[in-house]
């Protein structure tokens, strides 16, 4: 079922892609490139005029890799995570849909199908707009059957089945550009089906890692609170958020992530982001760093503090702007012009963002007024861009932030 057109997957296939790299062994909670039954792409760019001189899209491919067949929801959202296009594909046993989001959005060939059958509405293209370029980011969950409604809306029919792997593609034909990444997939916890009376706690039961934390902290919990409130839609056992795992552990679990899991949240460690950067203008390079989070945010936690460490040893702070879901920024707007390459680590304080470890106030019910705070889920890229001056050669290449739950040595805090 490949979409793209024949020269854009020529290229695909002729291209090297560097990507991310990961270990096949599943571990439920931490972030490895093994099936999972939702699939985030974390963001996509595509310039919305294409021209002879610069052609920027993003190649959404989909497999998947069971022997059954299965439908899966592809849901497109901004960098607020608006859901603005969503449509459902039919997959047959190891099959591949794949998509050109330049032509899904802007059509600029008239193509009466340029994805299969989607094409989505014109009206998408000004809430996509960012920065001069589209921009936003895409999920896509296995499902029982086709649907219109999209992730935190009541009775979404997710199915968890951990099946699916799924690619991007950044390529820019007329400037010789290309480089790719995995999606990330998440995995359902299947064993975490069982009867409850609405609202029950389930900390303590054995099939849930013996505590309750990690089944109402799933992927699109957050997003259900945002959209329903304090409300039994997104009470576990109801419409299936509970299940759901989470792009990593929450941070502070012991089982997950090796951190205590009981300590006040001021004293467990926070999530960090390590990014590479590399800006040497003698090969005219630069860095870019995307960051998704789960979540819109606003005063203190509408930025994250910044260790900026060059190649000559030299340290200092900044901090970057984190408003929107995506955020995107060249590292020349965010570390001194001094600091040609080097690694930055951003560092999501706890409270700000959510909490490390468990939350203490957890009500026993969803009529109440206060719901659960979720822990943060983001991740992070840095793209990298260099040529020669003469720009014969060119070379790009996207590479995930390593990610910091825990200290580096025992009984020494993070930085």
Known sequence: MNRIRKGIAALAAAVFFLGVGGVAQAVLGIPDDVPGSTLLYPFFKVHPTPSANSRQDSLLVITNTANVGATVHVTL??????????????????????????????????????????????????????????????????????????????????????????????????????????AVSIESDTTARFPLAPGELRRGHPAIFGNDLEIRAGFYLNRCIELQGPSPVCDPGVSGYDNRERIDGPSGDSIQTGTPTLLPAATDSPLSLIVRYFSA?????????????????????????????????????????????????????????????????????CGSFGYCGYNPVIPTTWGTSTAPTTPIQALAYGLQFANSQNKILRWDAAFPAHRQYTNYIGGISAE
């Open 77 to 182: 959202w901004t960098v607020k995570s608006e859901h603005v296009y969503d449509f459902s594909v039919a997959l047959t046993e190891h099959d591949v849909f794949s998509c050109s989001l330049l032509d899904l959005i802007v059509n600029p060939t008239a193509a009466a199908e340029p994805c299969g059958v989607f094409q989505a509405p014109a009206g998408v293209i000004p809430l996509l707009t960012f920065k001069g370029i589209l921009a936003g980011y895409v999920t896509v969950d296995v499902v029982t059957q086709p649907t219109s409604l999209f992730p935190g809306q009541a009775n979404y029919p997710f199915r968890d089945w951990n099946i699916l792997i799924g690619h991007l593609y950044l390529v820019d034909l007329p400037a010789g550009s290309a480089t790719g990444f995995n």
């Open 281 to 349: 203008t003698d090969v005219n390079a630069k860095s870019e760093i995307w960051l998704w989070k789960d979540r819109i945010t606003s005063g203190a936690a509408a930025s994250v503090a910044v260790a900026v460490y060059d190649e000559d040893e030299n340290v200092h702070s900044t901090t970057f702007g984190l408003a929107d879901e995506v955020n995107f920024s060249e590292t020349a707007d965010i570390i001194t012009p001094r600091a040609p390459g080097g690694w930055l680590r951003l560092k999501f304080d």
